[in-house]
T-cell receptor
Framework: KAGVTQTPRYLIKTRGQQVTLSCSPI?????VSWYQQTPGQGLQFLFE???????NKGNFPGRFSGRQFSNSRSEMNVSTLELGDSALYLC?????????????FGPGTRLTVT | AQSVTQLGSHVSVSEGALVLLRCNYS??????LFWYVQYPNQGLQLLLK??????LVKGINGFEAEFKKSETSFHLTKPSAHMSDAAEYFC????????????FGTGTKLQVIP
């Protein structure tokens, strides 16, 4: 099976812009979770989607949003970008809810905000 | 709520020496525990998981971890370090039951000295 794919791999945006990141889970996986990874904060949970519904949400401002499509592909959107949003954004998929099973991670999207 | 603490953000070992990476968790109910590894410019990969079966869990690449309820610990060990083990290691905890988010530790970077 193909692994988790994320597009784009690298992205440079300007402060104030918005960005959309995409994640395609492993075939048959219904859960997609998003994480923000930074050197200072480590891995921070953003949200989890399962069967097109948001099941869990981390402590991020409303500028961070996501959605999941019927084919389980997920997108994450960040509006009004700030310099502090520069990070590696990781997507992880799981056949069941992430709290019940191990997760399979994609390679990440490296977002740089200037 | 659950939390996880990884002692030591950086650990150095000589090639062939014992690897010991520490993880302590806090959980109000029986947890699920995971160790993931992240190589440079890649996503996370599952090393092993504990889900309330055997307390000694064997994973990939010769790693194992022991769940000790009395010490609330889940330390990762490998008898003999290899150069290819140099990476960042993350301990993660979630609560059994599915509708729980996964909490990651801050990570430990392992350096293997030839």
């Amino acid at each position: 099976k193909a692994g988790v794919t994320q597009t784009p791999r690298y992205l440079i945006k300007t402060r104030g812009q918005q960005v959309t990141l995409s994640c395609s889970p492993i075939s048959g996986h219904r859960s997609v979770s998003w994480y923000q990874q930074t050197p200072g904060q480590g891995l921070q949970f953003l949200f989890e989607y399962f069967s097109e519904t948001q099941r869990n949400k981390g402590n991020f401002p409303g500028r961070f949003s996501g959605r999941q499509f019927s084919n389980s592909r997920s997108e994450m959107n960040v509006s009004t970008l700030e310099l502090g949003d520069s990070a590696l954004y990781l997507c992880a998929s799981s056949p069941r809810l992430a709290g019940d099973h191990e997760q399979y991670f994609g390679p990440g999207t490296r977002l740089t905000v200037t | 709520a659950q939390s996880v603490t990884q002692l030591g953000s950086h650990v150095s070992v000589s090639e062939g020496a014992l690897v010991l990476l520490r993880c302590n968790y806090s959980s109000s109910v029986p947890p699920y525990l995971f160790w993931y590894v992240q190589y440079p410019n890649q996503g996370l990969q599952l090393l092993l998981k504990y889900t309330s079966a055997a307390t000694l869990v064997k994973g990939i690449n010769g790693f194992e971890a022991e769940f000790k309820k009395s010490e609330t610990s889940f330390h990762l060990t490998k008898p003999s370090a290899h150069m290819s083990d140099a990476a960042e290691y993350f301990c993660a905890v979630t609560l059994s039951g599915g509708y729980q988010k996964v909490t990651f530790g801050t990570g430990t970077k392992l350096q293997v000295i030839p």
